[in-house]
């Protein structure tokens, strides 16, 4: 679980970040989790946009992708969330 003062800075770090990881109108499938997951282990903080076609609510599929790879849900403003899971391997981001 991140505290406060940890989700502020993934919070900075990511309003520089592009959206990588696009979830669309098939919602969350088997490749998007496969693909959040490799870059999760590459990167530890991905920044995402669910599209507009996509039924569901935002929230809720930021909420249902961090569930299925272990990851914590920093964040989701509009149609973009935010994802930080610690790399196994090679950790790079510290965090405060």
Same mark, same amino acid.
């Given at each position: 679980?991140?505290?406060?003062?940890?989700k502020r800075?993934?919070?900075?770090l990511g309003n520089?970040?592009?959206p $990588?990881l696009?979830?669309?109108?098939?919602e969350?499938?088997?490749?998007? $989790?496969?693909?959040?997951?490799?870059?999760?282990?590459a990167r530890?903080?991905i !920044?995402?946009?669910?599209?507009?076609?996509?039924?569901d609510?935002p !929230?809720? $599929?930021?909420s249902?992708?961090?569930e299925?790879?272990?990851a914590e849900?920093?964040q989701? $403003?509009?149609?973009?969330?935010?994802?930080?899971? %610690?790399? !196994?391997?090679?950790p790079q981001?510290?965090? %405060?």
């Amino acid at each position: 679980m991140l505290t406060g003062k940890q989700k502020r800075f993934l919070r900075s770090l990511g309003n520089e970040m592009e959206p $990588i990881l696009f979830v669309g109108k098939e919602e969350v499938t088997k490749n998007v $989790i496969k693909q959040a997951d490799e870059v999760l282990e590459a990167r530890e903080f991905i !920044k995402g946009r669910v599209l507009q076609n996509c039924a569901d609510h935002p !929230k809720n $599929i930021a909420s249902g992708l961090a569930e299925a790879v272990q990851a914590e849900l920093v964040q989701v $403003i509009g149609r973009n969330f935010l994802l930080y899971r %610690p790399s !196994k391997e090679k950790p790079q981001i510290e965090l %405060p």
